[in-house]
């Protein structure tokens, strides 16, 4: 009574008191079973499924008396749990980055923030939700514990009317002990969900700001006596030959009378290191334990020559716990253990006494229906995708994940740092406001403590991370302290107070200042928590990174933010947000578009920042994903010179080169000729035949591929592989003599007849502005000098399009100097000279011959100083939109840029422009490819124009305009022209890879307007 009186009369609420983090809720524990196999547990009942909810703006209008057993709710909404409020319709999804959504006036998340926001009207909504549950006659001898594993952020509960308590911290389960109000029959269980609370304050991070019980709500029948918690123990000798393994286990008696005559059972089995089957078994009996009394239990043996736990050889042992009264099981529970060891030694991090390298990716919990709930088959995709693009850790950011999760890590070989719930970026990294300020000393401890106990026992977890972007002080060190006493055996982590961190942190530098922060740090590892913002079109200068990290023992490695577009799939008519009928599926449905800040009305916002993964929302890895797989590929290749030989390298770190078949492949001019397996010779080396001759461009492609299927990938997967260009390619092929074209001239225009094809330039622009071929027009718009690159979404964040801004309009505003005609009877050459208004000079020149092809070459040469970069080099034409097939032979088959290309291997490839395209979900330049030879562009009644360099080219064809991709804010708004747009180019800007708020492409990467450029290709038109 006293409870009830407190909750509905204070003067400080208690999700406005951060002295309040929880009341009568159970202490934190371990997940005691394998989130896989809880299903089967018939001691769980789901309350999954279909709930009553009402929805209220603030907490004044909730309807404060719902939880009673007479309170009528048949008229409320329904609602799915798990699930956030927000996805299904109920109020309004925000998404800031720093910014809290509410007013910044800890501890209080009420204060009356701007008009323009948000939480203006909806000041704190409130979620109360109603539901049903049964329990069968007969169970007065079991206790009951109703399990929330994940609720946003503050919540009330009642069972049949009463109050049975209270919860914050959003990311850890809460658990309450349930018997003494549950009732044989038909049970009424009411939850009340604040929006926010005083916790919020340490849950500031950079994703969408969701309410609601996102993660699944149980009742757990149990015993009165049985296993409230254990800890697994795995730890290797100095040599690695034996492993002392076993348990802590902690037993309690909620009987009102001492229990005695118990017995624990520990059973531990698989294989050793050479393969053998062991079984350790290990009893124990259990002094008597007093009423309500409880008991530590410490199970140990040694397991010789172990098998041990890594990311290239994920082995579990399994490890079952059996709790037994003379001979009948109370409780029996099934988990896993890997045997590994984490340290650091001087500056560099080990596994297993060996220097690893972390391939890491940070990942949010983000489903694109149904927001923080991630469904199984979806958590186990991002795991697979993890391990396809050859990365070897995840950071879980920033607070701790799906309990699947981390058991799919530890049977998939996936390092992991687990960041606890805290972030208060809002007050700035670093602040003391929160982090040394003993009021939220306890909030600080808690989320240690629930991160902790519930993941303990995985053997993924290699680093305890204290949160991200948060303060520093007393709070951080009380933390570290807190786990400390109960862990030794990982790391501990902080990127916010480096003085309680065992690796020093530091975010998003650029390579060259990576490089120089190792060499200066010598105390310890160096990590980047994340670099390579891969937002939109990005990652570039990728390999610049990872030659740093490989050539430096002392960097432990990088994680890359982020996995997956936090966007959110909403209906293009505006209607409210519903999961549907199938809310596990990932894919956008035609009537939808992909959402981020703002769509939503959402003020404040911070936009599109949160649109940047490796892959989609939907998990389909957009083309950046090929290159980290690439450049993170743990199997490398040398051409010994003089040979077909190759050197295959290995950079694996417990598994073996001969644990991999090997493949190559000769290509001429793209096109396979022959291909077979072959197998490593005992000095790791590849011999291939040399029975091979080709025409034009050789080419040796190497793979290494999976011998047999795994968890993550099918049989034949390539996990490595590299190309050698044996024979270059022959770029001096000139345009071909044949019957003479006739040419003649206007008082605008110069037009050159070739048989049936009918060429115009125009003599005021100099640009060819019609192609006729039988009095047919090919082109949709004229071919012409063109500058500009529409910006992708780092280059817009960095002052692109007013640093290169003179580029824009530089080819509309050239102006022509004078031309000349040559006639030679074989060929007829028409050349212009030009000024651009950069101040530069300019001069293109067509060669045509009698057959109608043309060959078009352009020469740059500044005249000024200090000229801006150039976005692109190269030109400009629109063909009809029917000619939407392509061909080519350069990298692909994927969008590549120039530094951004080593995962796109030269070759042969055809698609249609739909598929060649990069749909980004905010519109951006996009779909380039480098290293071209030739290009075609093909219609369905076989018309065919050919673009062949006369060195490497760029180009990119969309369905629209450039204007039309600066002016779209969502791919569904992009349209299809009646052209095509092509953009033929020597070389173009890089996209970019550092960071997506001032960072810019690497001076390699860049066009630098104070040089000067030349360059040609022929254009055929087949009829």
Same mark, same amino acid.
């Given at each position: 009574?006293?409870?009830?009186?407190?909750?509905?009369?204070?003067?400080?609420?208690?999700?406005?008191?951060?002295?309040?983090?929880?009341?009568?809720?159970?202490?934190?524990?371990?997940?005691?079973?394998?989130?896989?196999?809880?299903?089967?547990?018939?001691?769980?009942?789901?309350?999954?499924?279909?709930?009553?909810?009402?929805?209220?703006?603030?907490?004044?209008?909730?309807?404060?008396?719902?939880?009673?057993?007479?309170?009528?709710?048949?008229?409320?909404?329904?609602?799915?749990?798990?699930?956030?409020?927000?996805?299904?319709?109920?109020?309004?999804?925000?998404?800031?980055?720093?910014?809290?959504?509410?007013?910044?006036?800890?501890?209080?998340?009420?204060?009356?923030?701007?008009?323009?926001?948000?939480?203006?009207?909806?000041?704190?909504?409130?979620?109360?939700?109603?539901?049903?549950?049964?329990?069968?006659?007969?169970?007065?001898?079991?206790?009951?514990?109703?399990?929330?594993?994940?609720?946003?952020?503050?919540?009330?509960?009642?069972?049949? =009317?009463?109050?049975?308590?209270?919860?914050?911290?959003?990311?850890?389960?809460?658990? +309450?002990?349930? *018997?003494?109000?549950?009732?044989?029959?038909?049970?009424?269980?009411?939850?009340?969900?604040?929006?926010?609370?005083?916790?919020?304050?340490?849950?500031?991070?950079? +994703?969408?700001?969701?309410? /609601?019980?996102?993660?699944?709500?149980?009742?757990?029948?149990?015993?009165?006596?049985?296993?409230?918690?254990?800890?697994?123990?795995?730890?290797?000798?100095? %040599?690695?030959?034996?492993?002392?393994?076993?348990?802590?286990?902690?037993?309690?008696?909620?009987?009102?009378?001492?229990?005695?005559?118990?017995?624990?059972?520990?059973?531990?089995?698989? #294989?050793?290191?050479?393969?053998?089957?062991?079984?350790?078994?290990?009893?124990?009996?259990?002094?008597?334990?007093?009423?309500?009394?409880?008991?530590?239990?410490?199970?140990?043996?040694?397991?010789?020559?172990?098998?041990?736990?890594?990311?290239?050889?994920?082995?579990?042992?399994?490890?079952?716990?059996?709790?037994?009264?003379?001979?009948?099981?109370?409780?029996?529970?099934?988990?896993?253990?890997?045997?590994?060891?984490?340290?650091?030694?001087?500056?560099?991090?080990?596994?297993?006494?060996?220097?690893?390298?972390?391939?890491?990716?940070?990942?949010?919990?983000?489903?694109?229906?149904?927001?923080?709930?991630?469904?199984?088959?979806?958590?186990?995709?991002?795991?697979?995708?993890?391990?396809? =693009?050859?990365?070897?850790?995840?950071?879980?950011?920033?607070?701790?994940?799906?309990?699947? +999760?981390?058991?799919?890590? %530890?049977?998939?070989?996936?390092?992991?740092?687990?960041?606890?719930?805290?972030?208060?970026?809002?007050?700035?990294?670093?602040?003391?406001?929160?982090?040394?300020?003993? #009021?939220?000393?306890?909030?600080?401890?808690?989320?240690?403590?629930?991160?902790?106990?519930?993941?303990?026992?995985?053997?993924?977890?290699?680093?305890?991370?204290?949160?991200?972007?948060?303060?520093?002080?007393?709070?951080?060190?009380?933390?570290? %302290? *807190?786990?400390?006493?109960?862990?030794?055996?990982?790391?501990?982590?902080?990127?916010? %107070?480096?003085?309680?961190?065992?690796?020093?942190?530091?975010?998003?530098?650029?390579?060259?200042?990576?490089?120089?922060?190792?060499?200066?740090?010598?105390?310890?590892?160096?990590?980047?928590?994340?670099?390579?913002?891969?937002?939109?079109?990005?990652?570039?200068?990728?390999?610049?990174?990872?030659?740093?990290?490989?050539?430096?023992?002392?960097?432990?490695?990088?994680?890359?933010?982020?996995?997956?577009?936090?966007?959110?799939?909403?209906?293009?008519?505006?209607?409210?947000?519903?999961?549907?009928?199938?809310?596990?599926?990932?894919?956008?449905?035609?009537?939808?578009?992909?959402?981020?800040?703002?769509?939503?009305?959402?003020?404040?916002?911070? /936009?599109?920042?949160?649109?940047?993964?490796?892959?989609?929302?939907?998990?389909?890895?957009?083309?950046?994903?090929?290159?980290?797989?690439?450049?993170?590929?743990?199997?490398?290749?040398?051409?010994?010179?003089?040979?077909?030989?190759?050197?295959?390298?290995?950079?694996? !770190?417990?598994?073996?080169?001969?644990?991999?078949?090997?493949?190559?492949?000769?290509?001429? #001019?793209?096109?396979?000729?022959?291909?077979?397996?072959?197998?490593?010779?005992?000095?790791?080396?590849?011999?291939?035949?040399?029975?091979?001759?080709?025409?034009?461009?050789?080419?040796?492609?190497?793979?290494?591929?999976?011998?047999?299927?795994?968890?993550?990938?099918?049989?034949?997967?390539?996990?490595?592989?590299?190309?050698?260009?044996?024979?270059?390619?022959?770029?001096?092929?000139?345009?071909?003599?044949?019957?003479?074209?006739?040419?003649?001239?206007?008082?605008?225009?110069?037009?050159?007849?070739?048989?049936?094809?009918?060429?115009?330039?125009?003599?005021?622009?100099?640009?060819?502005?019609?192609?006729?071929?039988?009095?047919?027009?090919?082109?949709?718009?004229?071919?012409?000098?063109?500058?500009?690159?529409?910006?992708?979404?780092?280059?817009?964040?960095?002052?692109?399009?007013?640093?290169?801004?003179?580029?824009?309009?530089?080819?509309?505003?050239?102006?022509?100097?004078?031309?000349?005609?040559?006639?030679?009877?074989?060929?007829?050459?028409?050349?212009?000279?030009?000024?651009?208004?950069?101040?530069?000079?300019?001069?293109?020149?067509?060669?045509?011959?009698?057959?109608?092809?043309?060959?078009?070459?352009?020469?740059?040469?500044?005249?000024?100083?200090?000229?801006?970069?150039?976005?692109?080099?190269?030109?400009?034409?629109?063909?009809?939109?029917?000619?939407?097939?392509?061909?080519?032979? /350069?990298?692909?088959?994927?969008?590549?840029?120039?530094?951004?290309?080593?995962?796109?291997?030269?070759?042969?490839?055809?698609? *249609?422009?739909?598929? +060649?395209?990069?749909?980004?979900?905010?519109?951006?330049?996009?779909?380039?490819?480098?290293?071209?030879?030739?290009?075609?562009?093909?219609?369905?009644?076989?018309?065919?124009?050919?673009?062949? /360099?006369?060195?490497?080219?760029?180009?990119?064809?969309?369905?629209?305009?450039?204007?039309?991709?600066?002016?779209?804010?969502?791919?569904?708004?992009?349209?299809?022209?009646?052209?095509?747009?092509?953009?033929?180019?020597?070389?173009?800007?890089?996209?970019?890879?550092?960071?997506?708020?001032?960072?810019?492409?690497?001076?390699?990467?860049?066009? !630098?307007?104070?040089?000067?450029?030349?360059?040609?290709?022929?254009?055929?038109?087949?009829?």
């Amino acid at each position: 009574m006293l409870f009830l009186m407190k909750v509905h009369a204070q003067a400080i609420p208690d999700w406005e008191n951060p002295q309040v983090i929880g009341i009568h809720k159970e202490a934190y524990r371990s997940s005691l079973m394998l989130q896989s196999i809880k299903s089967r547990c018939k001691e769980f009942t789901t309350l999954n499924g279909c709930w009553k909810f009402k929805w209220s703006p603030n907490p004044e209008v909730r309807p404060i008396e719902f939880y009673k057993e007479g309170y009528d709710v048949s008229t409320w909404d329904n609602i799915h749990v798990p699930g956030n409020w927000q996805t299904q319709g109920f109020g309004t999804p925000i998404y800031t980055n720093i910014n809290y959504p509410f007013k910044r006036d800890q501890p209080r998340v009420t204060s009356e923030p701007p008009e323009s926001w948000t939480s203006y009207k909806n000041r704190n909504p409130v979620g109360s939700y109603v539901t049903t549950f049964y329990v069968e006659p007969g169970k007065t001898d079991k206790q009951f514990y109703l399990i929330f594993e994940g609720v946003e952020s503050a919540m009330y509960v009642w069972v049949n =009317g009463q109050l049975i308590g209270y919860s914050e911290n959003s990311y850890s389960p809460a658990e +309450f002990d349930a *018997t003494q109000y549950i009732r044989e029959g038909k049970n009424r269980l009411a939850v009340e969900v604040y929006r926010w609370c005083d916790g919020s304050y340490l849950e500031n991070q950079d +994703f969408w700001r969701l309410s /609601g019980i996102f993660r699944p709500v149980e009742l757990w029948e149990r015993p009165k006596t049985h296993i409230r918690d254990y800890h697994i123990i795995a730890e290797p000798s100095n %040599d690695f030959s034996s492993a002392t393994v076993g348990a802590q286990v902690f037993i309690r008696n909620l009987y009102k009378k001492e229990k005695s005559k118990l017995q624990l059972e520990v059973i531990i089995s698989g #294989n050793d290191k050479s393969g053998k089957n062991i079984e350790k078994t290990i009893v124990q009996s259990v002094p008597s334990i007093a009423a309500f009394g409880s008991q530590e239990i410490l199970l140990k043996d040694v397991l010789d020559n172990p098998r041990l736990w890594s990311a290239d050889d994920p082995y579990l042992y399994t490890i079952s716990l059996t709790l037994r009264e003379k001979k009948k099981i109370l409780e029996h529970f099934q988990y896993h253990l890997g045997v590994r060891k984490i340290e650091v030694n001087g500056e560099i991090l080990k596994l297993n006494g060996k220097a690893i390298k972390l391939k890491g990716v940070n990942r949010h919990d983000h489903h694109p229906r149904t927001g923080r709930y991630v469904d199984g088959k979806t958590t186990e995709l991002d795991v697979q995708r993890i391990k396809q =693009g050859n990365f070897n850790m995840v950071r879980t950011a920033h607070y701790p994940h799906s309990s699947l +999760f981390y058991e799919l890590c %530890d049977r998939y070989g996936i390092y992991v740092m687990i960041d606890a719930n805290q972030e208060s970026h809002g007050y700035g990294i670093g602040n003391t406001e929160l982090g040394d300020n003993p #009021n939220w000393t306890k909030a600080h401890i808690d989320r240690a403590l629930s991160m902790f106990h519930r993941d303990k026992n995985n053997p993924s977890i290699v680093f305890w991370s204290l949160g991200n972007e948060g303060g520093r002080g007393r709070n951080l060190k009380a933390m570290r %302290d *807190t786990i400390r006493k109960l862990d030794s055996s990982r790391l501990i982590y902080s990127d916010s %107070d480096r003085s309680v961190s065992d690796v020093y942190d530091d975010g998003y530098l650029p390579p060259e200042k990576l490089k120089a922060l190792a060499e200066k740090i010598s105390d310890r590892p160096v990590m980047l928590r994340e670099y390579a913002h891969a937002m939109g079109n990005s990652l570039g200068n990728f390999q610049e990174y990872w030659n740093v990290i490989e050539a430096d023992q002392s960097i432990a490695g990088a994680a890359i933010w982020d996995l997956v577009d936090q966007s959110i799939a909403k209906k293009i008519d505006g209607s409210p947000l519903n999961p549907g009928n199938n809310p596990q599926s990932v894919y956008l449905k035609s009537d939808e578009f992909w959402a981020y800040g703002g769509d939503f009305g959402d003020r404040p916002n911070d /936009g599109s920042f949160l649109i940047n993964g490796l892959l989609g929302a939907d998990r389909i890895p957009h083309p950046h994903y090929y290159e980290a797989q690439k450049v993170q590929q743990y199997i490398d290749f040398d051409l010994i010179a003089g040979t077909f030989n190759v050197q295959v390298i290995s950079k694996l !770190d417990f598994t073996s080169l001969n644990d991999f078949d090997y493949a190559y492949e000769f290509l001429d #001019n793209g096109k396979v000729i022959k291909a077979a397996g072959q197998s490593l010779n005992a000095n790791d080396i590849l011999e291939i035949p040399t029975t091979v001759e080709a025409k034009g461009e050789l080419i040796l492609n190497i793979y290494a591929k999976l011998p047999e299927p795994t968890l993550w990938a099918e049989k034949g997967f390539i996990v490595a592989r590299k190309q050698f260009v044996l024979k270059p390619y022959d770029f001096s092929k000139s345009l071909r003599k044949t019957i003479n074209p006739v040419c003649k001239e206007t008082s605008t225009a110069i037009v050159i007849s070739a048989g049936e094809t009918t060429f115009v330039i125009d003599k005021i622009s100099g640009s060819l502005k019609s192609w006729q071929v039988n009095h047919e027009e090919i082109l949709k718009g004229e071919l012409e000098p063109y500058f500009w690159k529409p910006a992708n979404e780092n280059q817009r964040r960095n002052g692109y399009n007013s640093r290169l801004g003179s580029w824009r309009n530089a080819a509309n505003n050239r102006r022509v100097i004078g031309y000349n005609i040559v006639d030679n009877q074989e060929f007829i050459v028409v050349s212009f000279d030009m000024g651009l208004p950069v101040g530069a000079t300019y001069q293109v020149k067509y060669t045509f011959n009698g057959a109608g092809k043309v060959q078009v070459e352009a020469n740059y040469i500044p005249t000024a100083q200090e000229i801006d970069q150039m976005p692109k080099f190269g030109m400009r034409m629109r063909l009809p939109a029917t000619m939407n097939t392509i061909e080519w032979y /350069g990298r692909g088959a994927f969008e590549n840029y120039p530094d951004r290309k080593s995962g796109a291997l030269i070759g042969y490839y055809k698609m *249609t422009l739909e598929d +060649f395209i990069t749909p980004y979900v905010v519109p951006q330049d996009n779909a380039n490819r480098c290293d071209v030879r030739w290009f075609s562009i093909n219609n369905a009644s076989g018309k065919k124009m050919t673009i062949s /360099g006369l060195q490497p080219l760029c180009f990119r064809i969309w369905p629209y305009s450039e204007e039309d991709i600066e002016q779209a804010q969502h791919n569904y708004q992009l349209p299809r022209r009646d052209y095509i747009n092509i953009n033929i180019d020597l070389n173009i800007i890089g996209v970019g890879g550092n960071d997506s708020w001032g960072a810019r492409t690497l001076k390699q990467y860049t066009i !630098d307007g104070n040089k000067s450029y030349s360059y040609g290709f022929v254009m055929d038109l087949a009829k």
